[in-house]
């Protein structure tokens, strides 16, 4: 069975900074490309960045420079380390794994971003 599992949302101020890390079991976690993405209330579920099975990364605009996306095959876990948050970065953050025709989700946590 895999699980993805998110941890280390919270509340932080503007300015603050959280890692978030998501555990994978159940697969075989370094052959999997995984991202991160979120959502809003009221809005749809966004691609924060992602990082290949080579280590290739990516992000959206509005987080570049201040979010880094990193993973430890040892651990099976990714992770998306976040500074200089603002308001507007409040949401769920979901992990996501993907292979091929294989895409595996957790289940979200949430990160506020208010003084």
């Known amino acids: 069975q895999v699980q993805l599992v998110e941890s280390g949302g919270g509340l932080v101020q503007p300015g603050g900074s959280l890692r978030l890390s998501c555990a994978a079991s159940g697969i075989i976690f370094s052959i999997y490309n995984m991202g991160w993405y979120r959502q809003a209330p009221g809005k749809q579920r966004e691609l924060v960045a992602d990082i290949t099975s080579g280590g290739n990364t990516n992000y959206v605009d509005s987080v570049k420079g201040r979010f880094t996306i990193s993973r430890d095959n040892a651990k099976n876990t990714v992770y998306l380390t976040m500074n200089s948050l603002k308001a507007e970065d409040t949401a769920v953050y979901y992990c996501?794994?993907?292979?091929?025709?294989?895409?595996?989700w957790g289940q979200g946590t949430q990160v506020t971003v208010s003084s």
């Open positions: 996501k794994a993907d292979r091929l025709i294989w895409t595996y």
